[in-house]
């Protein structure tokens, strides 16, 4: 379980934005094809199915005598341009069309998955997968609903997959050129930009037939100095599920080129952090990747109904300072995490895990709702058509507190301020790391030195009792989660946060 | 996987027709088909079963020195087709990029069936039997009686076939096939907890190793930090188990691409032929070892693999290209489109008892945890497990501190390479001993 954050946060995007599909003509596009209808057609467009099709091949799949059957459409168009070197290297453009038809037997899976959208391919997937219960039983699927998702939290105004390529061009030539141009000893910059649109549709045995349309973009930019000898790349990306005019509202590409270049800059001059036990103070923005892995994994319902997570026993408890309070909301507009369904058709929500210092909730799927005797909360994801679905987060947050950032930083004698980050990871145990990129050494309340090569090491159950005080500011970044082997879009939010007592894995 | 073949490479071949029709000055298609089944048991009971078959295409059209490339899992004719229309258009607002050709062809003089990549056992493995042998796997790591919990045990096997054509006249394919089995454990109590395991991957499924040993060093790895200590901050001696030395070499791997190289990403940019590391260091990358995991007869772009020094008595010897990054460096391509082969430091002399006996007070590393690896500079920082080391005994296991150094540094100060080289991954390596590196703990 690791998150690789890309080093950004998104400050506010698109607010008041509201959830229009506009019916904009769209502009005269260069590549692939307009949008799809989020709709059955879509199902017979591109899977080749009717809405009778879809019943028989769910219950095929019940016929071992499965309680539960379930087929995950998906079909995604992704494309993306890279700058590198004063040139547009290349562009790519990548589809993803399948399958996946999971029967679900007690706390048992099968799974099978196709992306040959033959008859005789699809009832073999729901074979495979109905083979996990071992009976004979004539039940047959309940007859289709079709339910419209009710939430709509992404910006679908002017999106990234129906601008022309010239337009995406010009943005990262602008993010290129303003990180190139940053400073004489930036030596290499690379620039992308990277969007998608994936169409899917859940449909199962209990009769639900649901579709969602998610936009996600990012821009990205990354800058290697060069000085005497010494070298670094800092990088810098904003994007979420948001339509291009974030980039002229919220964030340029101006923005994350110079934000880029200026932490490869800083970086020239960084000395190795220092080796030891010490007072913490973690960042705004980007250190949100401690709370996704220190309180954010270890709540997630499959390692506590499994009894694997540190936190499985200690619901209701008190797991940290009163002055904490997490939670994880799918549903903050245009956010990379944010989703309007979860990938097992479940509406998504706002999911209180830590409240005032009480473990109050965990992130679950369908599987761990049932077994929990809980409601499903929207938090089951798969990266793709090939993947079962697990307990995942989306957008997870510790709440603002009462203290100046200031403040923070002044009462800090001698200590080390952590900036931006590679990534982190956990383990079920509660043990985790993360990477620190870029920090600074606090001295008598300052702000000094920067620093980098540092890893951040505790255990949560610790750590989160450590926490001392919580910034009134705020900020988040876009990260890439792994989990089992499956990649998923997230985001994590924090204020400035102090901790009384962390290892910092320095050299001394 | 048998009678398909024809028909893929004949979706492959009249692609690259097409795409010249469209306009593209070169061409190249790549398909990829496997079959995959995995069972994962937990508490005895299966957890998840399943079982498929998929397939994906990717391609790269270069029209006037200008790139772009495509994939998909779609292999409709009408999908393919439109996507290399929409290519060969956009590469038109691809920049001329001098350096953007396919290699020249070349023969593939190795006979695929020697390099054994592929065991039709494989595929004759009934399910019953691939989870009977999950169920006893997991029972056998259970049967400790310091293991808490078992977090699961897995067997699974995959058969592929790949294909590769391109408008410079290449054709070629071969076969893999996989298995693999492991178990994951869970130690300690209360709020100290521990989880390490085992797994092994292997070609044939005769070569994957037996249940007993897989469970014994599973049981092994995860006891043996039971009660871990946290230790004070200071520089010691560490030794590299084989796993955390071919981690290791892992990050050595990812300075050596061609694309760091001319970025300038990598601290080894600019050092060809230069010292880099101890006389004691040789790595090698073979692409055509005997049933090597990272084996294959050609690269990604269809350029034959070989045998290579990367670095020879400490000296850097060559970079991992492509034909892109080798032109971009006036090299030639080292058959290393798609990335390393079978990337390996040579054994050296001493046993990995030896290497401990040496150490008056270090750290034998067995885990670690976090990225923490930065290419530009060869920084390196990751949590570490391990035990502690006394007067050349292993004594006391340790956790929740870091280990941090320089990639360049830690190379040329590793003092003594054991001669436990085992090919158990594409990457591996032996026991070493790296004089110093800070620990930071209490």
């Known amino acids: ?508 | 996987m048998k009678s398909s073949n024809e028909s893929l490479l004949k979706i492959a071949e009249k692609l690259l027709s097409f795409g010249k029709s469209k306009g593209a000055s070169q061409m190249q298609i790549s398909i990829g088909k496997s079959q995959n089944f995995s069972v994962e048991i937990r508490n005895g009971e299966i957890e998840r079963l399943q079982e498929a078959v998929s397939t994906g295409l990717a391609l790269k059209v270069i029209v006037d020195k200008k790139v772009a490339s495509a994939s998909s899992s779609d292999l409709s004719v009408d999908t393919l087709e439109k996507l290399v229309d929409n290519a060969v258009a956009r590469a038109r607002y691809s920049s001329v990029d001098e350096f953007a050709e396919l290699p020249e062809l070349e023969n593939i003089n190795v006979n695929v069936d020697s390099l054994e990549l592929f065991d039709p056992e494989v595929e004759t493995i009934t399910p019953d039997k691939k989870i009977e042998i999950a169920l006893s796997l997991e029972k056998l790591g259970k049967a400790d009686p310091r293991i808490q919990q078992s977090l699961g045990s897995y067997f699974g096997n995959s058969t592929g076939e790949s294909f590769l054509v391109n408008s410079n006249g290449f054709s070629g394919s071969y076969r893999t096939s996989r298995c693999s089995s492991g178990v994951e454990l869970q130690v300690g109590e209360g709020d100290n907890m521990y989880e390490d395991g085992w797994s092994d991957s292997s070609i044939s499924y005769k070569g994957l190793m037996d249940n007993d040993e897989i469970a014994k060093k599973a049981i092994h790895r995860a006891t043996r930090l039971i009660g871990a200590k946290k230790i004070g901050t200071q520089n010691v001696p560490v030794i590299f188990d084989q796993q955390m030395s071919a981690s290791l070499l892992g990050f050595l791997a990812s300075c050596l691409y061609g694309s760091s190289i001319y970025m300038n990403r990598s601290f080894l940019a600019g050092k060809l032929d230069t010292k880099i590391a101890g006389d004691n260091i040789n790595i090698i990358d073979d692409g055509l070892m005997k049933a090597g995991f990272g084996t294959r007869p050609f690269d990604g772009e269809g350029v034959p693999t070989r045998i290579k020094a990367m670095i020879e008595n400490g000296v850097l010897k060559n970079y991992l290209l492509d034909t892109y990054s080798s032109k971009k460096l006036k090299l030639k391509s080292t058959g290393n489109a798609g990335g390393t082969t079978n990337f390996y430091m040579k054994p050296g002399t001493k046993t990995p008892e030896e290497i401990i006996k040496s150490v008056d007070k270090g750290l034998y590393l067995v885990k670690t945890i976090g990225q923490g690896t930065v290419p530009t500079s060869g920084d390196y920082s990751k949590g570490a497990y391990g035990i502690w080391i006394e007067k050349g005994e292993l004594t006391y296991p340790v956790a929740e501190i870091t280990i941090s150094g320089n990639l360049g540094k830690m190379l040329s100060n590793i003092e003594m390479i054991g001669n436990d080289l085992e090919f158990r991954r594409s990457i591996a390596a032996p026991t070493f001993k790296i004089s110093e590196i800070t620990i930071s703990g209490k």
């Open chain 1, 1 to 508: 379980m690791n998150i690789v954050t890309r080093r950004d946060f998104i400050k506010q995007c698109g607010i008041g934005a509201g959830a229009i599909m506009t019916s904009t003509l769209w502009f005269d596009r260069l590549i692939a094809g307009s949008e799809l209808p989020a709709d059955l057609s879509l199902i017979r467009q591109k899977f080749g199915l009717r809405i009778e099709d879809i019943k028989k091949v769910l219950s095929l799949a019940l016929t071992k005598g499965g309680d539960f059957s379930e087929i995950f459409f998906e079909y995604r168009i992704s494309e993306s341009v890279t700058m590198e070197e004063d040139i547009i290297k290349s562009s790519s453009e990548s589809i993803t069309l399948g399958i996946g038809i999971r029967v679900l037997k007690g706390q048992q899976i099968g799974y099978g998955y196709t992306n040959d959208m033959t008859i005789e391919k699809i009832n073999q997937a729901a074979l495979t997968a109905a083979a996990i219960a071992k009976g004979n039983s004539k039940i047959i699927a309940a007859d289709l609903t079709v339910l419209k998702p009710k939430l709509q939290v992404y910006d679908l105004i002017n999106p990234a997959h129906s601008q022309k390529i010239d337009t995406k061009i010009d943005m990262i030539k602008e993010a290129y050129q303003t990180a190139k141009n940053f400073d004489n000893r930036i030596v290499k910059v690379s620039a992308s930009i990277a969007d998608e649109n994936q169409y899917i549709a859940v449909a199962n045995s209990e009769g639900l037939m649901t579709f969602d349309t998610r936009p996600q973009v990012r821009l990205s930019v990354a800058a290697t100095a060069a000085d005497k000898g010494i070298k670094n790349t800092g990088s810098h990306s904003a994007g979420g599920r948001v339509g291009m005019n974030f980039y002229k509202n919220v964030k340029s590409p101006t923005e994350i080129g110079r934000r880029a270049a200026e932490e490869a800059i800083i970086l020239l001059s960084a000395k190795n952090a220092p080796a030891g036990e010490m007072q913490v103070v973690l960042k705004n923005e980007q250190s949100g990747v401690m709370i996704h892995e220190a309180v954010g994994h270890p709540l997630e319902a499959d390692a506590n109904w499994k009894k694997q997570s540190i936190m499985w026993d200690k619901m209701g408890q008190m797991v940290s300072n009163p002055i904490v309070t997490i939670y994880d909301d799918a549903t903050i507009p245009n956010y990379r995490g944010s989703l309007n369904i979860d990938d097992e058709g479940t509406p998504t929500e706002n999911v209180m895990l830590i409240e005032k210092g009480k473990l109050v909730g965990f992130m679950n799927d369908r599987l761990a709702a049932n077994i929990m005797k809980t409601k499903p909360n929207g938090h089951g994801r798969r990266e793709t058509y090939q993947d079962v679905p697990i307990p995942r987060m989306n957008n997870t947050v510790l709440a603002p507190g009462d203290s100046d950032p200031k403040e923070i930083i002044e009462s800090v004698k001698n200590g080390f301020y952590a900036v931006s980050y590679q990534g982190g990871q956990v383990s079920n145990t509660g043990k985790f790391t993360f990477s620190v990129n870029l920090g600074y050494l606090i001295e008598d309340g300052k702000i000094t030195t920067p620093l980098k090569n540092a890893t951040l090491i505790g255990t949560n159950t610790l750590i989160l009792k450590e926490i001392s005080m919580i910034g009134n500011d705020m900020g988040f970044f876009l990260g890439t989660c792994g989990k089992d082997g499956q990649s998923v879009s997230v985001t994590c939010g924090t204020p400035t946060l102090k901790i009384n007592k962390m290892t910092v894995g320095g050299v001394v």
